[in-house]
């Protein structure tokens, strides 16, 4: 039996994207850019396992917004934001299964350049996304960010969320999801990544004492 993309190789494993069987080659040139991998294939993890880290090289340094500076601190104050934000991007996910890596870093490329407009210049203009499934993203973390702010309100009395700060935990979301995705365009690591966070049946509401070390600095 031949592969069922090249259909010239000898078929050698069960491909669970087009429920066939395909050849090694085409498995390892086609994954996540062809196919559509479940993030449950054997292969695809077995790749994830040996995958190096993309090197710098790879990517736009306009992409990573390194004008904007993350500092350690901001991290460690900051964290139940962007433990917040990151489940926000988990539960988007989760609602829309279409959605890939480079949907969630788009969504949140967009809000990252509208919020640095509106740091800059004080004007609020929301960068346009490219699909309703990036919207509906980027709709779920202007609702924790909202959340996060009424929180606020609700136990000190005041907010002290400011724009900049939203900004810098968006930079910092972008740059995670840059560096967990494998960069092909039906990459879904990191998302996998954000799932393995927070669990499907997990609260929506994570305390202080389990806001630990689950985010990982890129």
């Known amino acids: 039996m031949s592969c069922a993309i090249c259909e010239i190789r000898k078929e050698k494993r069960f491909c669970p994207a087009i429920h066939g069987r395909i050849c090694p080659q085409c498995c390892g040139e086609q994954r996540e850019v062809m196919l559509d991998c ?30 904007v500076e993350i ?10 934001l962007l433990m917040g934000l990151s489940y926000a991007l988990a539960k988007a996910a989760r609602a829309d299964r279409s959605l890939n890596d480079r949907d969630l870093i788009a969504a949140l490329s967009a809000m990252c350049t509208s919020y ?24 779920q973390v202007e609702e924790m ?3 996060y702010r009424e929180a606020e309100q609700k136990q000190l009395g005041y907010s002290n969320l400011r724009d900049g700060d939203v900004l810098k935990a968006l930079v910092f979301l972008v740059r995670l999801g840059h560096g967990r995705s494998s ?32 985010i990982i600095v890129p």
Request: a negative charge; aromatic letters at 10%; one cysteine or more.
């Open 38 to 67: 479940p993030s449950d294939c054997p292969y695809l993890q077995q790749a994830r396992e040996h995958e190096k880290p993309r090197s710098a090289d790879e990517f736009d340094a306009a992409s990573l917004f390194l004008q």
């Open 71 to 80: 500092s350690d601190q901001f991290t460690y104050e900051r964290e139940h």
């Open 116 to 139: 640095e407009r509106l740091v800059n210049s004080g004007l609020h203009y929301e960068q346009p996304l490219t699909s309703a499934a990036q919207h509906s993203a980027a709709a």
């Open 145 to 147: 960010v909202k959340q």
């Open 183 to 214: 960069g092909r365009p039906k990459s879904r690591a990191f998302i996998d990544f954000l799932f393995a966070q927070f669990p499907e049946k997990e609260s929506a509401v994570v305390g202080p004492q389990e806001a630990g070390s689950r």
